[in-house]
Each structure stands twice: as C-alpha cells, then as structure tokens.
C-alpha cells in the first residue's frame, strides 16, 4: 500500500535519569550523549545516526532572524545539512546550494542538476550525498558542487542517506534500501521489501531500522544485508524515520497510530491512537530520556512518555505539522504548515516563543553552534540566532 502524496559513537547506552527543566536553558542539554565535537555541525537529516532529532548545540534564549536567502519561484521540502559553517540544501527545482551559516547569501556556489530535491543530503568528509525524484543518488564534492559519482535507483529517493562503516545507506521507492560504497559509488548490497521506502533508514551498531509502505519496521543486519527476523508488524504504511534511544524506536504512521518498539525484541513496547483525526503521521519524532516529541497533521505537537506512551502534553497549532521537531535542551523547535516556527518548553508544551515566515514548513529545523536553519516550500531559508 503507498502512502498519499509526497507532502513527507553508536549505541546509546540505556537511559539517563535527567531531570527536565521548565525553562529554557540549553547549556544543559537532557538525555543523550555529547559527539566528539558537540554542535558544530548537523550532517545528518535528523541530526545524528540514530536520528533523534536531539541538538548536540545550545540556542540564545532570545532568538532573532540573521539572515533569510531567497529562492524566487523556488521550494525546500528538504532538511539543510551543515558542516564547518556551510549550509548545504536543494530545492524541488534540483538546485543545489551551499550557503555561509554566518551570512546567508549570496551562495558560495549552485549547482543545477537535472532532477529536484525532496531528501535531504547527508555530508561525510567533505562530500554530500543526495538522492533524488528521478532515482539517482549522487556523491556531490562540497567544495565545489561537482558530482563525483552517482548510483541509479529504480524510482524516486525521497529517502535522506545514512551511513555504516565506508558505506552510504538509502533507500527509494523501489522498495530498496541501498548500500553503496561512499567512495566509488559501487553496489555493496541491496535488499527489497514489499512496498516503497520513504523514510531515512536509522542507524545502531550494524542495525538499520527501516518503516516501510508495507506495515512493517524492518530491523536490517547491515553485515549481511538481509532482515534480522521477520520485520514487525505496524499495521498500516508509513514514510517516518524512525528515532533510537535505547532499546526502543519510535515513530507514527499513516493510520495515525504512534508506535514505540523495543527492537531488541523485535515487538511493539506500546502504541498510542490519535483517534481525534484520521489524518496520519508525517513528523519524524525527537526523543530523549524523558519525552518523545512530534508533529501531528491533527493541528498539534505531542508529547509521550518514551517508557510508558502516556500522553505528557498537547500544544494546539494553527495548520497541520509535517515538519519534524528538534530538541534543543529544554526547548523544542518546530514548524508548521502556515510558516509559523515555535519554540515549546520539553516540561508542559507552553509556548516560549514564534515566529511568522513565509511560506509552509515540510522540511524541519537544522541546529549547529547556536543558530537554527530552515527553509520554506516558498523557496526561504531562515536563519535565526543572536543578533551581535
């Protein structure tokens, strides 16, 4: 079954016993473990392997717009990727640009390419890698935008890539996920399952966690290439990427059913139905120790217990969210349908801050060294952080 319109060190060790803070001091980031480099860079669609959606980096209290980069005629579904102060987004026209973090515009280079953007591109030592509607995923050098190779799917990638080892992993709506090696573009692996792939497949150890259009969440051994067991049964579609803490992965899907599954056991821990909307999950969730977080088409942002499923808290928005939160200490970012970016307390969903831009968001924020990126379905890319 397909899903409607497009308009979509490893292992964290066990649980943290942090406390939540009402207010919003992000010096104090909860529930994860620090990178190596904490906060200079967001390479990945969701942030990190795991995809959780949790900021190594803190945000000013008080936030300002910097600078906006404007796209006429343009649209951004995707997510940037930002690495030593360089933004790096493309746009559904199949522009590719690298922006200055610092300023803005005008880019430090475009590149044209021959199809548009939904995913968003991943960056690994000095090369993106970007899929696209027409099936290709290429290897983009950063510096200057040129391809250096780039792999043929069967059918659109709307799937951001991840990586394992010296191998780059998506996945398209030919029902694949995909294993290439990153520095020559040749096939490592492929392995199918029933119906398309949409999301970003999420990465543990030598585990690949992939929720398909086929109702189930494949749980991949990336050594082998194959299932590890049978997959689990979710019941309907969904194109989420799932987010890891722990034992656990987290995410909704198109029956509007929000899913916690201890993939250790490969069994669901708890499920949640939203049964005030049929209108499913198009929000990619952020989680910590304490809370997982993410957007509803119902009009709101939730909040669960990550152990139990208790609902925490509702906070009501204005149109439907389909952009994906991001945690950032003890606030939560994210924007909506109508263009409005909010900030959220992680205790109760009070609403700490917004702002109007133009446009809608499909796409979400992107978090390094004390500025958040995002970019509209208008063709804007925002900038906010502390005004000097």
């Not at 900021?55 to 997510?79: C, I, R």
């Amino acid at each position: 079954m397909s899903l409607l319109p497009r308009h979509v060190t490893l292992l964290v060790l066990g649980l943290f016993a942090a406390t939540l803070l009402a207010v919003a001091d992000d010096s104090k980031p909860v529930g994860r473990v620090a990178p190596p480099a904490p906060g200079k860079d967001w390479p990945l669609f969701r942030g990190d392997p795991l995809s959780s959606g949790v900021a190594h980096a803190a945000l000013p209290a008080k936030l300002d717009q910097l600078w906006k980069f404007e796209v006429k005629g343009g649209a951004f579904e995707s997510t940037a990727a930002i690495a030593d102060g360089i933004v790096y987004i493309g746009d559904m026209d199949g522009t590719l640009f690298a922006l200055d973090l610092a300023k803005g515009g005008p880019p430090i280079w475009s590149q044209k390419f021959e199809s548009g953007f939904i995913a968003s591109p991943a960056y690994r030592n000095g090369y993106l890698y970007l899929g696209d509607i027409d099936g290709k995923c290429c290897c983009i050098d950063a510096k200057t935008g040129k391809t250096k190779w780039s792999f043929p799917a069967d059918a659109e990638v709307d799937s951001s890539a991840n990586f394992w080892k010296d191998n780059v992993l998506f996945a398209s709506q030919d029902r694949n996920l995909y294993c290439v090696n990153a520095a020559d573009g040749k096939l490592v692996w492929k392995y199918a399952i029933e119906d398309q792939i949409r999301c970003t497949p999420t990465v543990v150890g030598d585990r690949a966690f992939v929720a398909g259009c086929d109702g189930k969440l494949h749980i991949i051994d990336l050594s082998k290439g194959e299932e590890a067991g049978n997959g689990v049964p979710i019941e309907s579609p969904t194109g989420i990427t799932p987010a890891v803490f722990g034992d656990h992965v987290f995410f909704g899907t198109e029956a509007n059913v929000f899913f916690s599954v201890n993939w250790k056991e490969a069994k669901v821990a708890w499920k949640v139905e939203d049964k005030s909307s049929s209108q499913g999950y198009r929000s990619s969730p952020a989680v910590t120790d304490g809370l997982v977080v993410v957007g509803s088409r119902n009009r709101s942002v939730q909040a669960f217990n990550p152990v139990t499923g208790k609902e925490l808290w509702t906070f009501p928005t204005k149109q439907a969210v389909e952009s994906s939160p991001v945690i950032v200490g003890n606030r939560v970012f994210i924007g909506s349908a109508d263009g409005r970016l909010y900030a959220l307390s992680t205790k109760d969903g009070a609403e700490l801050w917004q702002t109007q831009c133009s446009g809608g968001f499909t796409g979400s924020p992107a978090v390094v060294d004390g500025k958040l990126v995002i970019a509209t379905d208008r063709g804007v890319v925002y900038c906010f952080g502390a005004k000097k």
